[in-house]
């Protein structure tokens, strides 16, 4: 679908297709943006899974890259900065323990909050790792100018 297709069926007009606005009866899944955005996800995940080697998940790494950004931190730090929930940055907290890769120890100050820092094997991963992350990033975006790059970039951050 073209972007003034798009803009047709978001403003309620009919479709090149027939269908109507979002919320009509004729809603098509193939024409909502969370479809195209988990079909994105989908492709991404794809790319990172088959470029990166040390068989970390995109919301493992993502942990990581940010903590070596911001550490020492909290859990709950890392998961706001990471956009992750709660039982999400627990989970990938505790798998990145178990892959001694992150180190926990309770908040001096509040018993009840994990302080989270790199092991040096953690640190080993992401200096490792950072040209295959960006390579992954292009990949991702390789099927687009570089306009369309910056264009989807930019509005991916307007609506996040």
Request: proline share 4%.
């Amino acid at each position: 679908m073209d972007i003034s297709s798009n803009e047709q069926h978001l403003s309620g007009k009919p479709t090149k297709n027939g269908t109507g606005p979002a919320g009509s009866d004729q809603y098509a899944l193939g024409e909502q943006i969370g479809f195209f955005l988990r079909q994105a996800n989908q492709r991404h995940v794809s790319i990172f899974a088959g470029l990166m080697a040390e068989k970390l998940t995109t919301t493992q790494w993502a942990a990581l890259v940010k903590l070596k950004e911001m550490q020492p931190c909290s859990q709950g730090s890392l998961g706001r900065e990471t956009a992750m929930d709660m039982a999400t940055i627990k989970g990938v907290v505790d798998r990145l323990v178990r892959r001694n890769l992150i180190n926990t120890a309770p908040d001096p100050s509040d018993a009840r909050r994990l302080v989270l820092t790199l092991t040096e094997e953690g640190i080993a991963i992401v200096q490792r790792n950072l040209s295959v992350a960006l390579e992954i990033s292009r990949e991702t975006l390789r099927p687009l100018s570089t306009a369309e790059q910056m264009m989807l970039m930019e509005l991916l951050r307007k609506i996040s």
